[in-house]
C-alpha cells in the first residue's frame, strides 16, 4: 500500500502503458523489504523537460526514461556518468537536491551480456539503429574491441553517431552503413544488433528489419523484448541470442542499485517478468 512514506519511482516514456519495468521494480522493492513504488508515466516528447522538474517537485527518488527520451534527458541532468557522457543518452535518473543526475545503465548491461554471449575483441558488429538504444549498443561493442558499422534510417544520425563515440575509445573503428546494405553487412558479422523501436507499439508497429540471415556462431542482441520477428529468426537459426528481457533486467538492477545503495534482487526481477503477461514489450 503507498502511503505518505513510500519512496516514489516511474519510467517517463512515450508510449509507456506496455511497459513491464513497472512489475520487475516493484517486485524487487518488495524482495528487498523496502516500501517504495514504481509507476509507468506517460510522458509526450515535448513536455519532458516539465514532467522532470514535476517529478522532482513530487519528491521522485529516481526515474527511468526510454523511448523516445533518451537524447533529451542527457540534455535535462545536472550531471552526466561517464558513459552517458560518452553516448548522450540517458536511461536512469537519480536525485540530487535540485533535479536529477543522469546514467546510462542500458550500455554497461549490454557489454556484461556481449562478453558472456561470446564477444571478443575484433569480432566485427552491425547496429541497426541511431538512437538512444544504438548508442549504448555502439558503446559497449567498442568498449569491449569490436569493429562497428552502424545502419539508420536518417544516414546523418548514424554518421553523427559513430563520429561521437568512435572518438572516446583510441584506435576504435566504426562507420556508418545504409539500410540498403545492412542485410549483407550482416551476413559479414559476428554481432548484430538492433536497436531500433521495430516491434514496440506505436508508430514503428508497421515497420520491418532488413531481412537477415542468421547463422550458428553468430550473437544476435535484441533491445524490444518479446516475441518479436528479429529474435525468431536469430533462434531458428541457431544465433546466440541476447533477449530484450535480460537488457531489462540487467540495466533495471544497475539502476536499483544507483537508487537504493543496495545490491539488485536479480532472481525476483527476472521471476516477475516471466510471471508478467505474454507478449508485452518495454
Not at 526514461?65 to 533518451?70: F, G, L, S
Not at 549498443?137 to 563515440?165: H, S, Y
Not at 528489419?209 to 535484441?222: C, E, N, S
Request: hydrophobic letters at 50%; a positive charge.
Amino acid at each position: 500500500m503507498i502511503s505518505g512514506r513510500t519512496a516514489l519511482y516511474g519510467v517517463m516514456g512515450h508510449p509507456v502503458a506496455h511497459s513491464l519495468s513497472p512489475a520487475m521494480q516493484n517486485a524487487a522493492f518488495a524482495a528487498a523489504g523496502l516500501d517504495a513504488a514504481y509507476l509507468p508515466l506517460p510522458v509526450e516528447p515535448e513536455r519532458l523537460f516539465e514532467a522532470i522538474r514535476g517529478a522532482h517537485a513530487m519528491g521522485f527518488q529516481g526515474l527511468n526514461v526510454t523511448v523516445p527520451h533518451k537524447r533529451r534527458a542527457a540534455e535535462i541532468a545536472l550531471g552526466l556518468d561517464p558513459v552517458a557522457r560518452v553516448t548522450g543518452a540517458v536511461n536512469t535518473l537519480r536525485r540530487v537536491p535540485d533535479g536529477y543526475e543522469g546514467f546510462n545503465t542500458d550500455a554497461p548491461a549490454t557489454l556484461a551480456l556481449l562478453e558472456a554471449a561470446g564477444l571478443r575483441p575484433g569480432m566485427r558488429a552491425l547496429v541497426v539503429g541511431a538512437g538512444g538504444a544504438a548508442r549504448a549498443g555502439t558503446w559497449a561493442l567498442l568498449k569491449a574491441g569490436a569493429a562497428v558499422r552502424v545502419a539508420g534510417r536518417r544516414p546523418e544520425a548514424a554518421a553523427e553517431l559513430c563520429q561521437a563515440l568512435a572518438g572516446a575509445f583510441p584506435g576504435a573503428r566504426a562507420g556508418p552503413v545504409s539500410l540498403d546494405e545492412a542485410a549483407a553487412e550482416a551476413e559479414r558479422c559476428e554481432v548484430v544488433v538492433n536497436a531500433t523501436t521495430v516491434g514496440l507499439p506505436g508508430p514503428a508497429a508497421g515497420r520491418a528489419l532488413p531481412p537477415f540471415r542468421f547463422r550458428p556462431g553468430q550473437v544476435a542482441v535484441d533491445y524490444v523484448y518479446g516475441d518479436t520477428a528479429f529474435a525468431r529468426a536469430a533462434a531458428a537459426a541457431g544465433a546466440a541470442l541476447v533477449t530484450g528481457e535480460q537488457i531489462l533486467v540487467r540495466q533495471g538492477a544497475l539502476a536499483f542499485s544507483l537508487w537504493t545503495g543496495r545490491p539488485a534482487p536479480e532472481a525476483a526481477m527476472t521471476a516477475a517478468l516471466r510471471g508478467a503477461a505474454g507478449g508485452e514489450r518495454r
